[in-house]
């Protein structure tokens, strides 16, 4: 999988995603078939749908930096036992690592 464009990513006129000024997505506000069903998507929606493509960027690198520093588990983490613990942390950790490997195109 080829790597993404580069962040930042930004929203014009409330639904258009775009990195300097490559269009990115469009959050539209059109007829979603689902099921059985349609859904139509309000322009509220389609704006927060939009800014969350747009902040997709920052939240990579952020899951990045948290994976990078190995912060999950503590010296007070008692519970360890090889890959996991079984403490909260293992969620988090486990989590983390399922996103990043989502948002780079491999299977959790």
Not at 59 to 66: G, R
Not at 67 to 88: N, V
Request: aromatic residues 6%; glycine residues 4%.
């Amino acid at each position: 999988m080829s790597s993404h464009t580069k962040g930042p990513w930004h929203v014009v006129s409330g639904q258009h995603v775009y990195a300097d000024d490559i269009p990115i997505a469009y959050a539209s506000t059109s007829c979603v078939l689902s099921g059985e069903k349609s859904v139509w998507v309000d322009t509220v929606a389609a704006e927060a749908n939009a800014r969350l493509c747009a902040a997709a960027p920052q939240m990579l690198a952020a899951l990045k930096m948290v994976d990078d520093r190995d912060i999950y588990h503590s010296e007070e983490c008692h519970t360890w036992s090889g890959e996991f613990c079984d403490c909260p942390a293992e969620e988090v950790e486990r989590a983390v690592k399922n996103a990043i490997k989502a948002a780079e195109g491999k299977k959790p």
